[in-house]
């Protein structure tokens, strides 16, 4: 099945920043960036800690509010020059989901409850379709088993997958990852990368924050170097990973080889 | 005279009285405590309000009460008020009594439990589209009585005993009953006793049951019934599928 509602058209943008700016006590962590992501792309936007990637991403959803520049989600301004020109916030946020670096499920509730919360309290699916959804959901993250688990019972792979139903539980029509496996041992990783492998290939339409060039350059259509809150470069992963142009982002990728290498 | 034996007073025929004292005793406990859970929660919200003038009156309150006696309160709302023409009667008073000492207290509790929940479920709920009154029911609040309920269990057993100070207003609970007995039968020490015996009776199974309920909340059991038919229903689901 697919997770999306509605056919994939490549010319329209799920997501258009341009002129993105956003400071944090008058330090400046993303100047003037420009990000485009088409319906059905897989955008993963690499580069240093602390050069503004996951500030980037936050933007995108409003989690952070940017001090200038424009955010268009699926053709809509939601933020204008510093303000938020969105009539609703939750709605938007229904069709932009999130997963986190360490995940955020609510420890309260079992995994199934996570997945279901949000369909209950943000929208008004009834119980039972809420219910079967879920379920099903908790299935495509091969986590049926755990379903009735809490998060504090459950290894950080697993968590993550019920973090990634979870954020899949509102049908969004585009799905954010913040460094999603950076918390996670190797196994764990795997089970992770695993699930957004099949995410691609059903068409979701994805932005990704991370630290995995190898996995960036296997999944994404669409690279982002971004580095000192800039887009330094992007491009497809044959050229923006395999050859860069820019001394930055060739600085970068060496430095990331040889901590692998080393 | 009465040197034969610990047990002389007749507690059959006092046993009307003493029933009716323990049902106000309970009495003054339930509106007590459900005030004090209220009031202190709203001033709990307010002291963690991004604004000063919100904050620093709630601030203000909870020191002062805290760092009051109970028995001055009671004082106050009952002798104190009366004299200034604000006549209360003595359940309205002792009721009242009760709130504001304890609410002060539930306060301090409440705030750290409030601001122990982290901030990134708030974020994590606002990202999936809850609003912030969903967010606050559905993600804080279940999340911070996890971690209330053990002071707040505390203050529930205090508030109980500290009924029996309602006793210098003549508040016809349980301990009012036991000095009119008492001075009936000049039996201090057994009617005392008995009288002790009778809060231990009603503070330690409260207090056990509370740790019980503590102990299963921890294990994330359902608390509502709509929950636990939610998870009745998962299960069910969930055996069907397997």
């Known amino acids: 099945m697919s997770v999306r509602d509605t056919p994939v058209t490549q010319t329209r943008a799920a997501v258009a920043i341009t002129g993105l700016v956003k400071a944090f006590g008058g330090r400046v962590v993303l100047d003037h960036v420009d990000l485009t992501v088409l319906d059905g792309q897989i955008v993963t936007i690499i580069g240093q800690s602390g050069g503004g990637k996951s500030t980037l991403l936050r933007c995108v959803n409003l989690l952070e509010r940017p001090d200038d520049g424009i955010v268009e989600i699926l053709g809509k301004p939601v933020c204008a020059g510093g303000r938020v020109v969105c009539p609703d916030l939750a709605a938007l946020r229904q069709s932009v989901g999130m997963v986190f670096q360490r995940f955020h499920l ?128 992007e491009g497809p992963p044959a050229v923006v990973i395999d050859r860069p142009v820019q001394p930055r982002t060739k600085a970068f990728l060496a430095s990331f080889h040889n901590g692998r290498s080393a | 005279m009465f040197h034969d034996g610990l047990f002389q007073v007749p507690w059959s025929s006092y046993a009307p009285d003493l029933w009716t004292g323990l049902l106000r005793t309970l009495g003054y406990a339930a509106a007590g405590f459900v005030g004090a859970v209220l009031f202190g929660l709203l001033l709990a919200l307010m002291r963690l309000n ?154 330690y199974p409260l207090s056990q049951a509370l740790l019980w309920l503590e102990r299963r909340v921890r294990r994330g059991a359902p608390l509502s019934l709509r929950r636990a038919r939610r998870l009745r229903e998962a299960r069910a689901l969930l055996a069907g599928e397997s």
């Open chain 2, 50 to 203: 991004g604004s000063g003038w919100v904050r620093f009156p709630a601030r203000l309150y909870t020191e002062i009460f805290k760092n009051v006696p109970l028995l001055a309160i009671i004082f106050v709302t009952y002798f104190g008020l009366a004299s200034i023409g604000i006549r209360l009667d003595t359940f309205a008073a002792g009721t009242l009594s009760l709130v504001v000492f304890y609410a002060a207290y539930l306060s301090e509790i409440f705030r750290s439990a409030l601001a122990g929940v982290h901030g990134d479920q708030r974020e994590a709920a606002g990202a999936l589209g809850l609003g912030p009154v969903a967010t606050f029911t559905h993600v804080v609040l279940p999340q911070a009585l996890r971690l209330a309920l053990p002071g707040t269990n505390t203050m529930l057993v205090d508030l109980l005993k500290s009924t029996s100070l309602l006793v210098t207003i003549a508040a016809a609970e349980l301990m009012t009953n036991a000095q009119l007995i008492a001075s009936e039968t000049f039996r201090a020490l057994e009617v005392y006793l008995v009288i002790a015996a009778i809060y231990f009776v009603l503070c």
């Open chain 1, 106 to 233: 609510f420890p309260h509730l079992t995994a199934l409850e996570n997945v279901m919360l949000a369909q209950l309290k943000a929208t008004k699916v009834g119980e039972r379709e809420a219910l079967r959804r879920s379920v099903e959901l908790l299935g495509r993250v091969r986590l049926s088993h755990r379903a009735l688990a809490f998060p504090e019972q459950m290894s950080g792979g697993e968590q993550q997958r019920v973090a990634i139903a979870r954020a899949l539980a509102l049908r969004p029509s585009v799905l954010l990852f913040d460094e999603p496996t950076s918390a996670l041992d190797p196994e764990s990783t795997g089970e992770v990368l695993g699930v957004m492998r099949e995410l691609a290939g059903d068409g979701m339409t994805m932005v990704i924050v991370t630290h995995e060039v190898p996995f960036a350059r296997e999944i994404a259509d669409h690279v982002v170097f971004v580095d000192g809150g800039r887009v330094i470069e």
